[in-house]
């Protein structure tokens, strides 16, 4: 789970650059309005998926990693430890969905009014820079949380389980 997440973030951050260049493209002549218009649909949708699917999975290893820390007696640092790791992730995807779903909304009446324009590639702009931030974050927080699973296997060698199998 870990490894498709990250490649899909990876290709989020392809997608985020085309969409952008895609954007300037009717000014300069390399794309069209449509292609652009495809571009940014698929790349919001892509950017809300990979986002709440990396909340899912940090939550999901958090309740796993408590499982198995009472399970152990491991004590609380392994708990905090992916309490850090949620909150420097979290807050920061909760702003990208929005501004993501303002950007495709500002878009969609840029398509109608051409008065939207400039509103819609300066709200793009800042889109493209939370969005990119947030998800170099969810990136260090699956390395983080990785880490800290190779950690707990170490300590629980008994049965076999890693703490991905849990």
Known sequence: MARGLGTLILVVFLFQGITFASGLGPVIGW???TQHILWGLLTAFLLLFTHTATMFYLIGRGKYVKEVTQELSLG???IERTREIKRMFFPWATYSIVVTIG??????IAAVWSGWHLF???LAGIGVGLNSFTLWRGLMGIGHDLALGAEMEALDGKDGRTPAEG
């Open 120 to 122: 819609h590639g300066i």
């Open 103 to 108: 950007v495709t909304t500002a878009g969609g």
């Open 31 to 33: 794309f069209t309005r």
């Open 76 to 78: 609380g640092e392994f």
